[in-house]
């Protein structure tokens, strides 16, 4: 690694968290997870055990070679913030879409983390802008958005604000490289960056016709695969994102947006349907 990113802490163990620590492990850094408490670390745990196996299964390159297993031994935990990120070169930001909550989150950061450690958001859709004030150090902060299913779906997308010290963006741009993510620079700030801004609208779509009780859901899913030759449909696709970080994203939004969050509260999340990650959402799955 010629890159002076060595030591990465992942805030947030949820679906995309988890993945982003272990591809970062598997790509051989020191990786150090922090969650709120031991509990919510004992499944992380799981989680990264699981995706160990998911590598080997889905034939990453290097797994079969050990490289899986190699990954879980680059992982340490830590439910202490302080602890988490004393020594680290860059933090990842993966905790739940609640501006408030990343503010304060950022606020503590700045306080415990070194002068050297570059912080980056994985915010699916508020703007760097938006926290860069809470952070302390707005040169050495920008966004970093990865896809779900990172180990297939391998774009990071790289976004910053007018304070972004260009040297820092370069810096974040190859560790995104390093770790076998396909960088996608964004010039200026949008809000959802490309991914989202493309697949939002679409997911808020099909929500909204099954919803108002125009369609079910697989049949949503089955004009879509059907008529484009996507192999998978909307709800398929919540699924595997989850059903979390959608609901908190509609929430915060208009009329519509909100009458659609509480539709997927009522139906599936108050309901423990949550998505792939559970066994359950749109559709059921077998168990691994």
């Known amino acids: ?74 992982l340490q935990y830590s439910a202490d913030l302080a602890d988490a990120v004393r020594d680290a070169d860059l933090v990842i930001e993966a905790i739940p879409e609640v501006l408030k909550l990343k503010q304060e989150t950022y606020e503590k950061l700045g306080q415990f983390a070194p002068e050297k450690t570059i912080f980056a958001t994985n915010s699916s859709t508020l703007l760097p802008s938006d926290l860069k004030d809470f952070t302390g ?63 939002v609208p679409f997911l808020n779509s099909a929500a909204g016709l099954a919803a108002g009780g125009y369609a079910e859901p697989a049949d949503v899913d089955k004009v879509w695969r059907i008529a484009t030759g996507a192999p998978i449909g909307p709800f398929q696709i919540y699924d595997i994102i989850g059903l979390t970080t959608p609901y908190n994203i509609l929430a915060h939004g208009g009329p519509e947006e909100k009458a659609i969050a509480e539709w997927l509260k009522e139906n599936y999340i108050d309901k423990g349907k949550l998505g792939l990650a559970t066994g359950e959402g749109f559709y059921t799955y077998p168990s691994a």
């Open 1 to 74: 690694m010629s890159n002076n990113i060595q030591k990465v802490t992942v805030l947030g163990t949820g679906v995309l968290g988890s993945q982003i620590a272990f591809q970062t492990a598997y790509s051989g850094f020191d990786v150090t997870a922090y969650d709120i408490s031991d509990e919510v670390l004992a499944k992380a745990k799981v989680r990264f055990e699981d995706l160990s196996k998911t590598y080997l299964r889905d034939g990453v390159d290097g797994a079969a070679d050990g490289q899986a297993v190699d990954a879980l031994t680059r």
């Open 137 to 199: 150090r707005p040169s050495k902060f920008l966004a970093l958005h990865f896809a779900n299913q990172i180990w297939k779906f391998n774009t990071a997308e790289v976004m910053g604000t007018t304070d972004t010290d260009p040297a820092v963006y370069d810096s974040v741009v190859k560790f995104a490289s390093e770790i076998g993510m396909v960088p996608i620079p964004i010039h200026k700030e949008k809000a959802g960056y490309v991914l989202n801004s493309l697949l």
